[in-house]
C-alpha cells in the first residue's frame, strides 16, 4: 500500500538517507557481524531517490520514525555520537571526549 508522498515523509525518507550516509564502512569494520547484517537489511528496506522521484515510498510515517530512531540510534554506537544531542532534524552532534 503506498500511503502517498507528503512532504513530511519525504523529509524523513530524505533524513533517513542522510544518517545511514553518516555510518561510514570504517565504522561498520569495527561492528559485529551480527551489527553489519542488520545493518545492511536495515538499508535494504529503506526507499532509493527513484522511489522519491517517482513518488513511491511504501512507507506511513510512523514506519519511517522507527527506521529513523533505528538509523540514529546505529550510528549513535557506531560514530561516537550522542543521542540526546538529536536535532528536530536527526542531525547529532559529535562527543566532544
Same mark, same amino acid.
Given at each position: 500500500?503506498?500511503?502517498?508522498?507528503t512532504s513530511?515523509?519525504? !523529509?524523513?525518507?530524505?533524513? #533517513?538517507?542522510?544518517?545511514?550516509?553518516? #555510518? $561510514?564502512? !570504517? &565504522?561498520?569494520?569495527?561492528?559485529?557481524?551480527?551489527? /553489519?547484517?542488520?545493518? /545492511? @537489511?536495515?538499508?535494504? /528496506?529503506?526507499?532509493?531517490? @527513484?522511489?522519491?522521484?517517482? $513518488?513511491? *515510498?511504501? %512507507?506511513?510515517?510512523?514506519?519511517?520514525? !522507527? *527506521?529513523? &530512531?533505528?538509523? *540514529?540510534? %546505529?550510528?549513535? *554506537?557506531?560514530?561516537? %555520537?550522542?543521542?540526546?544531542? &538529536? $536535532?528536530? @532534524? $536527526?542531525?547529532?552532534?559529535? /562527543?566532544?571526549?
Amino acid at each position: 500500500m503506498n500511503p502517498g508522498l507528503t512532504s513530511r515523509l519525504e !523529509q524523513l525518507v530524505r533524513t #533517513v538517507l542522510s544518517v545511514a550516509q553518516d #555510518v $561510514g564502512a !570504517q &565504522a561498520l569494520a569495527s561492528t559485529s557481524v551480527e551489527a /553489519r547484517s542488520e545493518w /545492511r @537489511d536495515l538499508l535494504g /528496506r529503506l526507499p532509493t531517490e @527513484d522511489d522519491l522521484c517517482r $513518488g513511491v *515510498i511504501g %512507507f506511513r510515517e510512523d514506519d519511517l520514525q !522507527q *527506521i529513523l &530512531a533505528k538509523a *540514529i540510534r %546505529f550510528r549513535a *554506537i557506531v560514530g561516537g %555520537f550522542t543521542p540526546h544531542a &538529536a $536535532g528536530p @532534524d $536527526g542531525t547529532l552532534a559529535r /562527543r566532544l571526549s
